[in-house]
C-alpha cells in the first residue's frame, strides 16, 4: 500500500507528490526529490516537523504518514 506524501524544496517552496511504499528508504525518497529538482541528493535531508530524516531508514520506520509534509533542506551537518 502506497502513502502520498508531499515533498518542498525548502529553497524554493516548490512541491511535489510522491506515492511511496513503506519499504522506501528515506535516502531513496531523498535522492528522488533531489533528482525532480536537479539537486545533489547527499547534500540534503528530508525534515518531518522537527525530526531530520536521512539515510536507511524506511518511511514504516521512519512514522511517515499519508498526508505528511516532507521537507527536502540542506543537511545541517554538511554533505556530499
Known sequence: ??????????DTGSRIEMDLEPDNTIEETIESAASYWEKEAGAYVLRCGKRVLRGQIT????????GDVLELIPDPEGGA
Open 1 to 10: 500500500m502506497t502513502t502520498r506524501v508531499t515533498i518542498k524544496d525548502a
Open 59 to 66: 518511511l514504516a520506520e521512519s512514522g511517515i504518514r499519508e
